[in-house]
């Protein structure tokens, strides 16, 4: 399935769309989180958020600019920086 099809079925409200992006690209945002933040705790935290991100904005993932995993991976980068910042 594309990511444009993929996207398009969580647009519709489709719960099982969004677990199957998880399937796909969960471990990869997760992975990114956690050798960003080294906390699995906060790597958990920013995986979930950025998940939830794609399931509030689903429209808000453009296919004209990349993947669907480019987008998520770029979402974890973004909020695994400012955690770092933080903490």
């Known amino acids: 399935m594309s990511d444009v099809e993929l996207c398009a079925r969580i647009t519709a409200g489709d719960i099982d769309a969004l677990a199957d992006a998880y399937d796909q690209h969960g471990s ?3 992975g990114v989180a956690v050798e960003i933040t080294k906390s699995r705790e906060h790597a958990e935290e920013i995986t979930q958020s950025v ?3 794609l399931w509030e ?3 808000s993932y453009d296919a004209g600019f990349g993947s669907l995993r480019g987008w998520l991976l770029s979402r974890a980068l973004h909020e695994s920086a400012l955690r770092t910042k933080v903490s």
């Open 28 to 30: 990869h945002v997760y």
């Open 51 to 53: 998940f939830v991100a």
């Open 57 to 59: 904005q689903p429209t």
